[in-house]
């Protein structure tokens, strides 16, 4: 199975030649990188086989209706509002040669498939391509697909700010200025969250190797999960025996720390002080980590002492 890359200048292409889906054509200073994944090709395949087949599985069914129906025949309004369903449902109409003509007794309704169209889009099966304004010397063809693919980091975030850790709605503000600021502070929180999660990755079911391996994997290949975390999820205990867990269950674990006010029963008039619960060796992980984790750009920890 080969995955391959192939970039073009942009100079190079015919100016009569059309851009389907793109706002303007490229300029001359632009790269096209085109990027072949045979996984995504046999998927693609298999979809559209199984689309094919359920379109032509009912169209067959509204066929056999026209044929049997003599004392009330279908009418070719009524075939085509039969066959309109059919595909507005499987969205493959393009891929089928349809015929629906009035006739003396009802309707006349034929169909089959178009070959050479299902071979067109065959061919562009598992290729995409990627544009950037960016300079081979500045920016190879493999880190441009692996820029693009870490866009999925952005719609984590927009995930993330939408689900239940960060709950950015319903926004309980009217003014313009304190909508803001709300936005503001969930993108903070969603910030600390993911040094949180660069931090605490030995403690939870992140893959500690990914953002090493994404440097020199191939770029258009599926990710594949390091041995260390196919480990790390089989036995669901880190290397010093504590027990592996997801984001939302070690911040259950660490709110169990509390902070109590405390004042002597025998003596009420004396002054009331603090006392801080005994952490666990779970609780008291995490705290080290972030001690050991350096704020980028500095030596210094995040909470130095």
């Known amino acids: 199975m080969r995955w391959s890359i192939r970039t073009t200048c942009s100079s190079r292409c015919s100016t009569s030649r059309t851009w389907p889906r793109s706002p303007r054509p490229p300029s001359p200073e632009e790269r096209l990188i085109a990027c072949f994944n045979p996984l995504l090709a046999e998927e693609r395949a298999r979809k559209r086989e199984d689309l094919l087949a359920a379109t032509e599985k009912q169209l067959a069914k509204i066929a056999r209706q026209v044929s ?3 004392k009330t025949p279908l009418g070719a309004a009524e075939i085509g509002q039969k066959v ?3 595909i507005g449902r499987f969205k493959v109409a393009k891929h089928f040669e349809i015929a629906i003509a009035p006739g003396i007794n009802g309707g006349n309704f034929a169909f089959r498939r178009d070959p050479q169209a299902i071979a067109a889009e065959a061919g562009l099966d598992g290729i995409y391509v990627i544009r950037t304004s960016e300079p081979a010397a500045r920016l190879t063809a493999e880190d441009a697909v692996r820029g693009y693919k870490g866009l999925a980091q952005v719609e984590r975030v927009f995930r993330t700010l939408k689900g239940v850790e960060i ?3 319903p926004i309980r503000h009217r003014e313009e200025r304190r909508v803001r600021a709300h936005i503001f502070l969930c993108l903070l929180a969603y910030y600390l969250e993911w040094h949180l999660r660069r931090a605490w990755a030995p403690l939870l079911f992140d893959d500690e190797q ?3 391996n994404r440097k020199t994997r191939d770029p258009v290949a599926p990710a594949k999960p390091s041995p260390e975390a196919k480990l790390k999820k089989a036995r669901r205990r880190t290397a010093e025996g504590l027990p592996i867990h997801s984001f939302t269950t070690l911040i259950a674990e660490l709110g169990t720390l509390c902070r109590n006010l405390c004042r002597l029963k025998t003596d009420p008039q004396a002054p009331a002080f ?3 619960t005994e952490p666990t060796q779970i609780q008291q992980r995490p705290c080290e980590l972030i001690d ?3 704020v980028p750009g500095t030596a210094q920890p ?3 002492p």
């Open 84 to 86: 309109g369903r059919v």
């Open 302 to 304: 995040y909470f130095s």
């Open 292 to 294: 050991a984790f350096p």
């Open 274 to 276: 603090q006392q801080d």
């Open 68 to 70: 049997r129906r003599r």
């Open 210 to 212: 990914l953002a090493r």
């Open 167 to 169: 709950l950015i709605r």
